[in-house]
Structures are given as structure tokens and as C-alpha cells.
């Protein structure tokens, strides 16, 4: 059985329809890139994943579990953590109060204390500028530092999923570099399930894993990084040459 | 001189406490709570049996205070509580403007109850009476009560910055407060978080019902109105979601209030409010968003 399974959604603001039926599942440790131009519909996907946006076809599941109707904090406490778009770091909390938010799902379970105090060290192990800066508030630290913030606090209530959007916007390349090679070494560690939204496949390409572009609200490729992200195959998808 | 700071900080301590129960449920909420003056003065009320006479007919108001606090801090809480899950749940998604309104009926609502009960007419209550002596402090003569108000709102304060700073509700409701979608898919119950705003609002209504009843003598159904009015300002002053900003132009318009009585012609004293009010206009013209911004999420690159 996978782990996320997405079947059939589609995603409607008033007459608008964002997303007109995608389907894709995840299994245990898969990476998935979600490709495409703007307005392709890719965030709203992700933001229905994680219970924020509502569905109005189809239906997803984690790990069989049916997540109709569940409120967002249910969702991430099943195991399935957002980074949305635009780093929401908590301006006015310090660094590690930032980390903190998101291990109350952990809160009085057997031994809780000592796991949320190695969970942080492993954060500030994986990005040691956080460790520097634990005590200042999140709302000062820079764009790149910002983006570590976010997902180590995602990596905060120890997800099984974890769900990014746009992890490179806004960032210098080399520092998105850092994100990526960090994301993959803990899915490397633990096992981390990666769906990542990004809007040039040169990332999926670079990383590899498995991409989907979506256009229109529509998956109109999908298949290995690697093989399907580069050549006229992708430019011809990406910018819709097929209607002409 | 002494006597206009104590009567300043008396005036702000109630104005300060008020913008706090506003502004608590403002930061988790967007709403601006308009039946909160009206909670208050509920909380007044429930220390009476109902009755039409002049002069109340006590129910709780006689227990020992360490049971009298206890009690009005509760009343206020559940009724706070009570209100967000009849009402304010189902306008969750619903525009500040329409959640305002909502507000503004079930002000309504709860007053109308009051009025039901216990007729407009004011009615003269004896709370705390021990409270009213004086005291000589430097050399100023002041009732044990303002300074007992003006101590007990420096520890309500002082409890709730501890509370925000240190507990890991605190520590939930000022990420929810500042960005609540985002701590909700960090698993933040979002109910709970709501529920406690309107609990910790609800007992400082309370508290203040306490110290403006005993400070007034007088139980009317009014009483809420005046001070919510003030309170309000004073959390747009102070930056709206600002809880220090709010504590803080909360003492501004009290210190205001008294020292405008104080300076004012005696002629212009009657029109004191209109001088109050023009401060305030002046504040906003120069400092629209308010004296502290509320937490800035500047984007960063």
C-alpha cells in the first residue's frame, strides 16, 4: 500500500477550476516533483493535500486513512508536515520557539521530553546556522536562513511526509543547494517521503526521483526526472506547443 | 500631583485590562469583540438575584473575596467561552466585518438578558466595602481600592506575560496569533487555541467587573459599553494585535482622561471625552498602524 494516495481531485475557487482531476501516489521514501508554469495549479494541489484548501471531486488518503474532512493540525499530526509557499516563519518568536510550535502533537506521549530535545539537536546539527542564532528572533534572519527555519521546523514533528512548496524561491542557487542536499540526506537517514513543488524541472532533473508536470489543472507528463525533464518532450508539454 | 498619578493609573489599569481581553481574542481571531463591555457587565450582574428594586438584592456578592474572585473570573470565562461556541465558531471563516457585527448582536443579546432581569435602572451594590478606606501612601490619601486595582493589574500583567513567554499555550497562541494557518498544519488545535483567548478575555472581564463595581458602587447594564469603547481605542492605538501596545495606550488614554480633567478649564471639563478624542485622532494621523506594530512579517530575501 502506498503512502499518500491522490486520486481523481479537483479544486474549485468559485467558477474557477484550479485542478481538473490529477491523480498520483507516494511510497515510503519516493521523492516526487511537481513541475510547471504558473497557475498550472500545483499549490493548490498541495494545499489540498494538507487539508487547507478544500476538494470538491475525488480524495486522498494517507496510508489507507481517508483525509475528507479532516482540519489541517489533524492532518500534520498523522504525519503528513507542510512547508507552504512563502516561508511563514513566526516573526516575533525566536528560532527555536519557531521550532518548538510544531512538536506540541508530541506532548505528554511516553518519554516526549528527550525525543523533542534530540529532534532539535538533529535540526541544529542539519542546519548549524539555527543552532548560532536559536535565541534570535526568526524574524531577522535572512531569506536562506528563513527557508532552513521552515523546514526544520516541518522536520519538528517528525513527518513521515513532508510536503514542500517552492523550496528554492527567492534563494541564492547555492544556498538552494544546501536545502537540497540536506532534504536528501534525511531521506537518505530516515526514510523521508519528499513531494516537492517547484516550477522549473532543473531541480528534479538534478536530484532525480520521480517528476509530474501539471498545465492547465492537468498532469501532461509524468515518468523519471531524469528521462522526461529534459529535450523538446518537456519544452513542448511546459508551454502547451501541442495546441498549436 | 501623587493623586493624579494614582487616579491616572487606576483609570488605565481598567482601560489596560479591557484592550488586553480584546486584543487577546483580536490576535487569534481577527474579530473585534464587541460583546466583551457587555460580558463585563454580565459579570456584575451575576453577583445579583433578579430583581426590579433600586437597591440589589445580593446573591454571590456577600462571599469572602477569596471565593468572590474566584467566582466572577469564572463567570466571565464561561460565558466568553459560552459565546465562541454558539456563535463565533460558525462566523470562523466569515469576513472581520460580518464576525464584528456577529459581535455587536450578541452584545446585544446578552444586554437585553440583563435588561430582562433587572430592569435599566441602575442599582447600588456593595462590593468589597472594606476596599473604600483610605490609605496614606507618600504623603496622598487614596482608597485601599485604587491601589489594590492598580497592584492587581500590574500581577495580571505580569501572570500573563509569563503565561505567553513560558507555558507552551503561551507559546501556541502567539504563533497562532501571528500566523494561524501556518501553526495549524504544524498540528496547533485550532479550537483550543480560540477557546482559551476567549477563557483568559472572559476572566479579565471579570476582573474588571470586580474592580469597576466595587470602584462605582453601581450595577447597570451600561457599564460595559463605556469601557469597551475606551478599550477599543486603545487596542487600535496601540497597534491592533499589539498585546503590549495595547496595555500600553490602555494607560496612555487613562493618563489622558485624568490629566485633560486635571489641566481643562473648568468650563471645558464637561467636554473632556471630545479633547480625549481628539488625541486619539491626532495619534492615529501620525501613527496609523498604531504606537507598536503588530509583529511584522516582513518578507526577507
Not at chain 2, 468589597?128 to 504623603?139: D, K, R
Not at chain 2, 496622598?140 to 506575560?161: F, H, N
Amino acid at each position: 500500500m502506498s503512502l499518500l494516495d491522490v486520486s481523481d481531485i479537483v479544486i474549485r475557487y468559485g467558477r474557477l477550476t484550479a485542478v481538473r482531476g490529477v491523480s498520483f501516489s507516494l511510497n515510503e521514501g519516493d521523492i516526487l516533483f511537481i513541475t510547471g508554469p504558473n497557475g498550472a495549479g500545483k499549490s493548490s494541489l498541495l494545499r489540498a493535500i494538507a487539508g487547507v484548501t478544500p476538494i470538491v471531486g475525488g480524495s486522498i488518503s494517507l496510508d489507507g486513512k481517508s483525509l475528507a474532512g479532516l482540519a489541517p493540525e489533524d492532518i500534520a499530526r498523522l504525519g503528513l508536515s507542510m512547508v507552504p509557499e512563502g516561508r511563514h516563519v513566526f516573526g516575533s518568536l525566536s528560532v527555536e520557539e519557531n521550532l518548538l510550535v510544531g512538536t506540541g502533537m508530541h506532548v505528554g506521549k511516553n518519554g516526549w521530553r528527550a525525543r523533542v530535545a534530540s529532534d532539535l539537536e538533529a535540526v541544529y546539527d542539519t542546519f548549524p546556522i539555527l543552532r548560532e542564532r536559536r535565541n534570535g528572533q526568526a524574524g531577522l534572519l535572512s531569506g536562506g536562513q528563513q527557508q532552513m527555519l521552515v523546514i526544520g521546523r516541518a522536520l519538528m514533528t517528525n513527518p513521515r511526509l513532508i510536503a514542500i512548496d517552492e523550496p528554492s524561491l527567492g534563494l541564492a542557487p547555492n544556498i538552494t543547494d544546501q536545502v537540497y542536499e540536506r532534504l536528501m540526506a534525511l531521506r537518505a537517514q530516515r526514510g523521508l517521503t519528499l513531494l516537492i513543488v517547484e516550477q522549473s524541472s532543473t531541480r528534479a532533473v538534478m536530484t532525480g526521483g520521480r517528476m509530474v508536470l501539471m498545465r492547465g489543472g492537468q498532469i501532461v507528463l509524468e515518468g523519471d526526472a531524469r528521462e522526461v525533464g529534459t529535450g523538446d518532450q518537456i519544452q513542448a508539454a511546459y508551454f502547451g506547443y501541442e495546441d498549436h | 500631583m501623587l493623586q493624579i498619578v494614582f487616579d491616572a493609573l487606576t483609570l488605565g489599569s481598567l482601560y489596560a485590562l479591557g484592550a488586553l481581553g480584546i486584543a487577546l481574542i483580536f490576535g487569534v481571531m481577527r474579530l473585534v469583540n464587541f460583546a466583551h463591555g457587555d460580558v463585563i457587565a454580565f459579570c456584575v450582574f451575576a453577583l445579583l438575584w433578579p430583581s426590579v428594586d433600586a437597591v440589589a438584592i445580593v446573591f454571590a456578592g456577600n462571599l469572602p473575596w477569596y471565593l468572590l474572585i474566584p467566582f466572577v473570573v469564572l463567570v466571565g470565562a464561561g460565558l466568553s467561552v459560552l459565546c465562541e461556541i454558539v456563535v463565533f465558531r460558525r462566523f470562523r471563516d466569515a469576513s472581520p466585518a460580518t464576525m464584528m457585527i456577529a459581535s455587536f448582536a450578541l452584545g446585544f443579546v446578552i444586554r437585553y438578558f440583563l435588561l430582562m432581569l433587572f430592569t435599566s435602572r441602575p442599582k447600588s451594590i456593595s462590593l468589597l466595602p472594606a476596599l473604600s478606606q483610605p490609605v496614606e501612601i507618600f504623603g496622598a490619601r487614596l482608597p485601599l481600592l485604587q491601589l489594590i486595582t492598580i497592584v492587581t493589574t500590574l500581577l495580571v500583567l505580569a501572570g500573563l506575560t509569563i503565561f505567553l513567554r513560558r507555558t507552551r499555550f503561551g507559546l501556541e497562541m502567539r504563533a497562532a496569533a501571528e500566523n494561524f494557518a501556518m501553526a495549524r498544519m504544524l498540528g496547533v488545535r485550532a479550537n483550543r487555541v480560540i477557546m482559551l483567548a476567549f477563557a483568559l478575555s472572559g476572566a479579565l472581564a471579570g476582573a474588571i467587573a470586580l474592580i469597576f463595581g466595587s470602584q462605582t458602587g453601581t450595577a447597570d447594564i451600561q457599564m460595559g459599553a463605556a469601557i469597551m469603547l475606551m478599550a477599543f481605542i486603545a487596542t487600535v492605538i496601540g497597534g491592533l494585535g499589539s498585546l503590549g501596545g495595547a496595555v500600553l495606550a490602555g494607560f496612555l488614554l487613562g493618563a489622558a482622561s485624568v490629566v485633560m480633567q486635571v489641566v481643562l478649564p473648568v468650563d471645558a471639563r464637561p467636554f473632556r471625552d471630545a479633547f480625549v478624542y481628539g488625541a486619539v485622532i491626532l495619534v492615529l494621523l501620525f501613527r496609523p498602524q498604531g504606537l507598536l506594530v503588530a509583529r511584522g512579517t516582513k518578507e526577507r530575501v
